[in-house]
């Protein structure tokens, strides 16, 4: 589908790779790793055509669609919600318009003329095109694809200027999976998803019907999804067979055999040199001595392997000691307006107990934070710090507060305690600041480059309560090893905001979920853990659902039959007349009406035990193992295809449904509600 060949791409001096080939074929899930500045995002807009290659070809065949996400500045105005998203139907649409406007310019001309013969032709040859894009799935697809992004239904009629930098990615994203290209880009699309978004997104990227090429620093996401990983390092890029998880192992396997084999290497050359300047000026070892030398000339070397770069570790500072409770909230009460964030809210963190805060956007998670870390006072109820707590909070808005006018290292030292200053350079190589780029101003760093000083400056103060929101959004994977092993070490209380599982999972031990409108809910587990559990909880609901559909289905059909019994005089028609215009509309009803909600009854309820399953199988997915079995994960995964497959088959049934029964109660004269 996509040919790479010998392709460089070079900044100045420096060569990001060079003499890179590979191929995407069709339906291929394909992963790009390395650190943070290794060249990922440089390959994708080349492949995207964004930027031109130094050197090197990119081929695909004529009509090949490819979609892109970037990892930042999207910004869409002057359009609703649904307009934008349904935009992504461009030629659906452009079909409509155009029947419609030569069904117009037809009942202008003559029947019996040619003119009039071949509009209708072309009328028709559009009408089977329009069938070929299925106009009758758009509109529940589009609805689908928001809900499954998080949107909700009053968020379709918003301008999109209304909404901020995550949900206009996530706007971009709904656009790129309606329009379904043939190879889909996506750089970073997890980072402004809670997990419930980022689990449905995860499932419908296994069942995309294109090729995907994904930059991630989720391990789930690339070890669930990607089959090929081609890894960035050192100005090269090479290809591994397999999931990151996969890479990972293998890549190291490699390092090995390479150094043994280069040092095997170097042992022979060192022993044919030290024959050669042993007996180079003895006339009777001459032709040995040249012969020793051609084969020294011969050899093909293997390159010095290339050290990694360093694996550095990082320990807290020693936190001062504190009373059992670290932290509480009693009775609280908190309102933006009319909005209404907590009702009689409590919550209390003792020593040593590590959180995970999830939940949708706009839940209360930040408002959360604030509140137990002080920085916002409730409405009413009760804030409490316990005995000698020292509190760092960690948020995207800290950096935003740094001094521009001073360099990295200046920023961090300053911040530092004084048992910790020592470690401040170190620290900052493990969040990606190495050699130079210590002494850059502040002022110059990008966005992910303030939040990461911010970040350092963070965790170099003396502090026994750790608030972090969304630490890992700016981290390649080492910083983030880094960071999950001193904070598994860390002896004091820790909340963190992420939807980064697999950073979370080893970590916590409680999770609290937010959801809009609703108490918080505590899950006394890990994030696996709550998965699982909420996916049992959402099961059952969805029975309780179903039945309560049901029930009410059958009383409003036994409603409507009552009530089509009772009659009623129609103005200006006689008794007889009456009576047939009744036995009529009994018979539509009979007919067409009742088997038409029969058949939507029945649908619904499938539905909602098809969604209950998605569910169940989508946390199976998260769980250890399933995701370290293949051959459980393929199974899984292919039982989550054949869920989601169905699901759209009744979604797109359950709309054509609802506008045949919507036109047969307008017909009978029954009102909707």
């Not at 620093?217 to 397999?242: K, M, N, Q, S, V």
């Not at 992420?498 to 890990?526: C, I, M, W």
């Not at 039959?561 to 009772?566: K, M, N």
Request: a negative charge; proline letters at 5%.
């Amino acid at each position: 589908m996509i040919s790479v060949q010998s392709l460089r791409v070079e900044f100045g001096a420096r060569v990001l790779f060079n003499d890179l080939s590979f191929s995407v074929q069709p339906r291929e899930r394909i992963a790009f790793a390395g650190h943070n500045g290794a060249g990922k995002s440089t390959l994708m807009k080349c492949v995207a055509g964004i930027i031109r290659p130094t050197a090197g070809q990119i081929h695909a065949p004529k009509g090949t669609r490819i979609g892109y996400l970037p990892q930042e500045g999207i910004h869409v105005r002057g359009r609703s919600l649904w307009d934008e998203t349904e935009s992504a139907f461009g030629e659906t649409i452009s079909l409509r318009e155009k029947i419609d406007r030569l069904s117009n310019e037809l009942t202008k001309l003559d029947p019996r003329s040619s003119p009039y013969g071949d509009l209708l032709e072309e009328i028709g040859d559009l009408e089977l095109r329009l069938d070929a894009t299925d106009p009758a799935r758009m509109k529940p697809k589009i609805e689908s694809v928001l809900k499954g992004l998080g949107f909700q239904s009053k968020d379709f009629t918003r301008d999109c200027s209304e909404f901020s930098g995550g949900w206009q990615m996530r706007i971009a994203m709904a656009k790129l999976f309606l329009q379904e290209p043939e190879v889909l880009l996506l750089d970073e699309p997890t980072n402004h998803l809670d997990i419930g978004t980022q689990i449905w997104v995860e499932q419908y990227l296994v069942n995309y019907p294109g090729a995907i090429l994904l930059i991630s620093h989720d391990r789930a996401l690339l070890d669930t999804l990607c089959t090929r990983t081609i890894a960035f390092a050192h100005g090269r890029a090479e290809e591994y067979a397999g999931n990151f998880s996969y890479f990972e192992r293998e890549s190291v396997l490699r390092k090995e055999i390479q150094l043994k084999q280069y040092e095997a290497q170097q042992r022979e050359i060192s022993e044919i040199q030290r024959f050669i300047d042993r007996f180079r000026a003895s006339a009777n070892k001459a032709t040995l001595v040249q012969s020793r030398i051609k084969m020294l000339a011969k050899i093909e070397r293997i390159p010095q392997p290339e050290r990694d770069d360093a694996v550095m570790n990082f320990k807290f500072p020693p936190p001062p000691n504190s009373g059992h409770m670290v932290a509480k909230l009693e009775g609280v009460h908190k309102a933006y307006g009319p909005i209404n964030i907590f009702r009689g809210f409590d919550f209390e963190i003792n020593k040593g107990e590590k959180f995970a805060i999830v939940g949708p956007n706009g839940a209360g998670k930040s408002t959360f934070c604030r509140l137990i870390t002080g920085q916002e006072a409730p409405d009413t109820g009760e804030h409490a710090f316990g005995h000698k707590v020292a509190t760092s909070f960690f948020s995207q808005n800290h950096a935003d507060e740094l001094d521009p006018n001073l360099t990295v290292l200046e920023t961090v030292e300053a911040a530092a305690s004084r048992e910790a200053a020592p470690h401040a350079r170190n620290l900052l190589g493990c969040f990606l600041f190495r050699g130079d780029d210590v002494f850059k101003k502040i002022g110059v760093l990008s966005g992910g480059e303030r939040s990461r000083v911010a970040l350092v400056c963070m965790l170099l103060r003396p502090a026994n309560f750790l608030i972090l929101d969304e630490p890992t959004n700016h981290l390649d994977m080492q910083s983030q090893d880094v960071l999950q092993r001193a904070l598994i070490d860390y002896p004091g209380s820790v909340m963190i905001v992420s939807h980064n599982r697999n950073f979370l999972d080893p970590l916590v031990t409680k999770t609290l979920e937010f959801r809009p409108g609703e108490q918080p809910v505590l899950y006394a587990g890990n994030i696996t853990y709550y998965l699982e559990k909420s996916a049992e909880d959402a099961a059952k609901a969805a029975g309780i659902v179903s039945s309560n559909k049901a029930a009410a289905a059958a009383a409003a059909s036994s409603g409507s039959s009552s009530s089509g019994s009772a009659r009623q005089s129609i103005p200006g028609v006689n008794r007889k007349e009456q009576r047939r215009i009744e036995a009529e509309q009994r018979e539509i009803r009979s007919k067409v009406l009742r088997p038409l909600e029969n058949e939507l009854e029945t649908l619904e309820a499938k539905i909602a035990e098809l969604e209950a399953s998605q569910v169940k199988l989508t946390a199976d997915l998260a769980t250890e193992e399933v995701s370290s079995d293949p051959d459980q994960l393929r199974q899984v995964t292919n039982a989550v295809g054949k869920v989601t497959h169905s699901l759209e088959t009744c979604y797109s049934r359950w709309g054509v449904l609802s506008d045949e029964i919507e036109k047969v109660k307008a017909k009978l004269g029954i009102s909707e509600g």
